[in-house]
């Protein structure tokens, strides 16, 4: 069975902070797939990021980066000088091969002007 | 751009009334999924179809249908939607090529669901 948590319900920063969302997975396979949408008020889940089990190596692109840890089975993402435009609920996700995408509750971060 | 659309963005139905829900993609994916997302929660999904292979998830209701009559359509009919159907429906695509690979899901805006 897979499974994955987001404890961040809500995260509430003012412009230009740093943020850090958690995601921790459950998974017995050995080759799944990580992902991270981005889903503003407009309602359109927006793909941000996908990751194999097998790259751990972290990836930044502009200011988002992502932190993949298999040690702790965790996938963080970073917004670095946080804009009012990321305001948004982010789903972190995972899938294993012959299974469905099984979404974290999300987290809902809301920019501060 | 390539895309997925859905129509309507809106809809309102009454208790009852049957509704379809259409998606649309330009993106020649053979994947097609639908899901439901009701407020705060995450997307659940419906179904899927693998080319024209229909695959229904265990515990969506037999109220919920759907139709791929090609590669670039999809569309969610609702037989008999009660208060509890009403919910944002999310289309989304995907390129499998099989093998156990995973491509990322494009998703549609959503037709969000309203009823009477």
């Known amino acids: 069975a897979q499974k994955v948590t987001q404890a961040q319900t809500e995260i509430s920063v003012v412009e230009k902070e740093d943020v850090t969302l958690d995601c921790v997975y459950e998974?017995?396979?050995?080759?799944?797939?990580l992902f991270w949408y981005k889903q503003p008020p407009s309602g359109e889940l927006v793909f941000l990021i996908r990751?194999?089990?097998?790259?751990?190596q972290n990836e930044i692109s502009g200011r988002y980066s992502w932190n993949f840890q298999k040690s702790t089975s965790s996938f963080n993402f970073t917004i670095t000088a946080s804009q009012v435009v990321d305001s948004a609920v982010y789903f972190c996700a995972l899938r294993a091969p012959n299974e469905k995408l099984t979404f974290g509750t999300g987290t809902r971060l809301t920019i501060i002007p | 751009d390539a895309m997925v659309i859905q129509n309507p963005r809106y809809q309102v139905t009454q208790f009852g009334k049957p509704v379809t829900l259409s998606c649309s993609q330009t993106l020649n994916h053979n994947v097609m999924y639908w899901y439901q997302q009701k407020s705060s929660q995450a997307p659940k999904l419906l179904f899927h179809y693998y080319d024209k292979d229909f695959n229904n998830e265990a515990d969506t209701p037999d109220n919920f249908q759907s139709r791929r009559p090609n590669t670039s359509f999809c569309f969610l009919d609702i037989r008999s939607p009660g208060l509890g159907d009403a919910a944002m429906y999310l289309c989304?695509?995907?390129?499998?090529?099989?093998?156990?690979?995973?491509?990322?899901?494009?998703f549609g805006p959503g037709t969000r669901l309203t009823v009477l």
């Open positions: 990751r194999n089990s097998f790259d751990e």
């Open positions: 989304a695509t995907s390129r499998d090529p099989g093998r156990g690979l995973q491509d990322e899901q494009f």
């Open positions: 998974t017995r396979d050995t080759t799944y797939y």
